[in-house]
């Protein structure tokens, strides 16, 4: 889709990347999005606002395996932590 954007004159500037959906709890390849933002000159994001927490538990924190490689990361500590 990327090159598609920029074939047709269009430039994309940003990937959302999903570190634990709302409702499936769904994680992406950061790795692999990552190479592909790097490549294109994107922005790369992780939205983990919801299980971003998770990256701290060692029976969980493989879910997290190259959220390093991102532009941003957000995590809402009142979600995962019980933070007010």
Do not use: Q
Not at 22 to 27: A, D, I, K, N
């Amino acid at each position: 889709m990327i090159e598609e954007d920029i074939a047709a004159g269009k430039k994309p500037f940003f990937v959302n990347a999903m570190g634990g959906s709302t409702v499936l709890g769904s994680f992406d390849d950061f790795v692999a999005i990552s190479a592909i933002c790097k490549k294109h000159n994107i922005w790369f994001h992780v939205d983990g606002c919801w299980a971003g927490s998770l990256a701290w538990g060692e029976k969980s924190k493989h879910l997290f395996k190259g959220v390093e490689l991102a532009d941003s990361v957000s995590i809402n500590p009142h979600k995962g932590f019980g933070v007010p």
